[in-house]
């Protein structure tokens, strides 16, 4: 089979497999496992012969008109360059990983046929969006995990919190996507062609007329998708879903779409400068802010959420300065260890009962109850705080390097300003990476108080793939820095002197300083408890997250006003951790400006519609209700009243005509 082939069948697999599971799932409950893993296995070995015969070299190319439109043609088109191609294999070995996850995490779960169908589903969309050569197919992935998300966030169902988050995601995601549409549109218009090749050869030859209005519409879209400021509440709420399916959409699939979709047409955002500025603006808005609310978060995954945001604003970051292969390294690099961390997180869950790093921090001996997922969160935090010779170190110093060359006056197609921007942004961030990394670490396992309940080893099929995963998260940035350029731009991806030292130096203060502030506060654990989730060692996994998720406020209230002065974070933000708890109250903010006018408006509409509208409605049938009830009434049936009306009839009409004969 040739490469064409093998790519078609990528995306495919996992199509089918949804398809199948969704067909045998309840009357053959024993197929859905296998139909679960078995295709993304199939799925990841395609991708990676698929990467090896591209090999980095050139572009492997195949379309074919799909529709004729008398205008702008669409085409079944795909294009793998080595972007694609590597991206595709992290979003397979992802998917695999969270498959393999979930037949323990979801053992017990009524409703996994389902789960594991739109899983399936899901991988095939991203997938799909990363081997398309046109936009309009693309479109297709980009819409198709919008509603895959909607289902797999709202999957307990049960709880207002999930339904809640489902439908947020929904709708944040479409308010970024109608600018985005809007920007499609204009772009093929300018080009001729919805091909991803022509656009790019039509950016290049200065065919693109409106390319500011065109980027700032693409980066609507973006924002949505990939959790950008302002557009990124959305995420954090997404926490309710089950903790495989954070993993799948942090990691893999869904929030990197946008980064990647940037990658891919870079040369259209570079075309103008003012584009540029704003995505770095945006990038370093997004980094700094979710990194202080990561820091404040009593629920741990939502810790988890703030840390992709942030992340995901040093890939914008990298994009901003023009340099995707950097961006598109952090991007395979976090995929790993943020899989890691979230599949990881699930287990921690499970053992302590509870999301609430406030309660595990007054539970003792969790590290011992679950020591492959303390071992392997370990590495993936070490990752994420970019401490050399974990991957995060390589592939976020790498963004780092790239803003100072912008800023330097090094990169032909990025304004120093953006440079700039980035890396001062960058290394603030990187000092409160390390810092919520620390607090996540230490709150969770160097906990004091009740013993953690032992309920054994976690399923072989959990513990495996975390180790799996911890081999990337410690070792893929040291092997990839050297070889990835052959497969991107071939821009040096090798970390610089300056920002290592800079990046590396801040995060050990961040870490330190945490470590130090966590000290002070511990001894005050003790006296101010904070009450306790039970926890069901036998339970299912998901079935104790999905409880703990749904008591979490009922046990302990708004854990945002909780004073709870065990937690280092009070010490570290004072009086900004209230508000960096609470996002820096944007939801407050959304809802002032667009929910309340909304519903005010949605309520001027209902009333005029009662009052006004149906007032007409029911005039109109009231006017020939009367007139019948007038007219009924001389119906009496009696005989001599009919010859009596007809005579004074006949009576009135002689008298006119005579008036009328007369003249009077």
Request: proline residues 9%; glycine residues 6%; charged residues 10%.
């Given at each position: 089979m040739t490469t064409i082939h093998l790519a078609a069948l990528v995306p495919l697999l996992p199509f089918l497999a949804a398809v199948a599971g969704l067909l045998v799932g309840r009357t053959a409950p024993g197929f859905v496992r296998p139909l679960a893993v078995l295709p993304?296995?199939?799925?990841?070995?395609?991708?990676?012969a698929v990467a090896v015969d591209q090999s980095g070299g050139r572009a492997v190319e195949a379309h074919t008109q799909l529709t004729p439109?008398?205008?702008?043609?669409?085409?079944?088109?795909?294009y793998i360059d080595g972007f694609a191609a590597l991206v595709a294999v992290l979003v397979a070995f992802v998917a695999t990983c969270v498959q393999?996850?979930?037949?323990?995490y979801l053992r017990d779960?009524?409703?996994?046929?389902?789960?594991?169908?739109?899983?399936?589903?899901?991988?095939?969309?991203?997938?799909?969006?990363?081997y398309s050569g046109d936009l309009i197919v693309l479109l297709v992935g980009w819409e198709v995990m919008g509603i895959c998300s909607y289902f797999l966030v709202g999957h307990y169902w049960e709880t207002p919190e999930a339904r809640a988050a489902s439908v947020k995601a929904f709708l944040?995601?479409?308010?970024?996507?109608?600018?985005?549409?809007?920007?499609?549109?204009?772009?093929?218009t300018d080009a001729g062609s919805f091909r991803i090749t022509t656009i790019l050869d039509t950016v290049a030859g200065g065919g693109l007329h409106h390319p500011t209005p065109v980027g700032l519409l693409l980066l609507c879209g973006v924002a949505g998708k990939s959790a950008q400021f302002p557009l990124h509440t959305w995420l954090p709420d997404a926490m309710a879903g089950p903790t495989p399916v954070s993993a799948l959409i942090h990691a893999a699939t869904m929030v990197a779409a946008g980064v990647y979709f940037i990658a891919r047409l870079l040369p259209v955002f570079e075309a103008s400068a003012a584009v540029m500025v704003v995505l770095a603006v945006m990038g370093a808005v997004t980094m700094v802010g979710s990194a202080l609310a990561a820091l404040a978060q009593d629920d741990i995954k939502r810790v988890l959420a703030y840390s992709t945001i942030g992340q995901l604003g040093y890939m914008t970051g990298a994009l901003a300065v023009g340099d995707r292969g950097a961006a598109v390294f952090h991007l395979l690099s976090h995929g790993a260890f943020k899989a890691l961390l979230f599949l990881a997180a699930g287990v921690v869950i499970h053992a302590a009962g509870?999301?609430?790093?406030?309660?595990?921090?007054?539970?003792?001996?969790?590290?011992?109850?679950i020591p492959d997922a303390y071992w392997t969160m370990t590495v993936a935090l070490l990752a994420l705080a970019a401490i050399p010779p974990f991957s995060g170190f390589f592939s976020k110093e790498s963004v780092l390097g790239a803003a100072e060359h912008a800023a330097t006056g090094h990169t032909a197609h990025a304004p120093g300003s953006a440079g700039w921007i980035v890396l001062v942004a960058g290394l603030a961030t990187a000092l409160l990476t390390a810092a919520y990394a620390t607090r996540l670490w230490l709150l969770a396992f160097r906990g004091r108080g009740t013993e953690a309940p032992d309920h054994g080893r976690q399923p072989l099929s959990m513990t495996v793939v975390l180790w799996v995963l911890a081999v990337p998260s410690l070792a893929f940035g040291g092997f990839a820095y050297r070889s990835l350029p052959g497969w991107f731009d071939g821009r040096d991806l090798t970390p610089t002197l300056t920002t290592s030292v800079l990046g590396t130096g801040l995060a050990l203060v961040g870490g330190l300083l945490t470590y130090g502030a966590w000290t002070h506060t511990r001894t005050q654990a003790a006296g101010a408890?904070?009450?306790a989730v039970a926890a069901h060692p036998e339970a299912d996994a998901a079935l104790v997250e999905a409880e703990?998720?749904?008591?979490?406020?009922?046990?302990?209230?708004?854990?945002?006003?909780?004073?709870?002065?065990?937690?280092?974070a009070r010490l570290l933000l004072g009086p900004l951790r209230r508000h960096a708890a609470e996002g820096f109250h944007l939801d407050a903010v959304y809802d002032a400006l667009f929910v309340r006018p909304v519903l005010a408006a949605a309520g001027l509409v209902e009333f005029l519609d009662r009052e006004v509208v149906d007032t007409y409605v029911r005039g109109a049938a009231a006017a020939p209700r009367l007139l019948g009830a007038a007219v009924r009434r001389a119906q009496t049936g009696n005989v001599q009243t009919y010859v009596s009306a007809l005579l004074a009839g006949t009576v009135v009409l002689a008298v006119a005509v005579l008036l009328v004969a007369t003249g009077a």
């Open positions: 993304a296995l199939a799925a990841l070995a395609l991708a990676i439109t008398g205008s702008v043609p669409i085409e079944l088109a795909l393999i996850y979930s037949t323990g779960d009524p409703r996994y046929p389902s789960y594991a169908a739109l899983v399936s589903l899901f991988t095939s969309a991203m997938l799909l969006v990363v944040v995601t479409k308010l970024g996507d109608v600018p985005f549409l809007i920007g499609l549109f204009a772009l093929a509870t999301n609430s790093l406030a309660v595990m921090s007054r539970t003792s001996g969790l590290r011992s109850r408890p904070l009450g703990a998720i749904a008591t979490h406020a009922p046990a302990f209230g708004d854990i945002a006003y909780a004073p709870d002065p065990a937690d280092p």
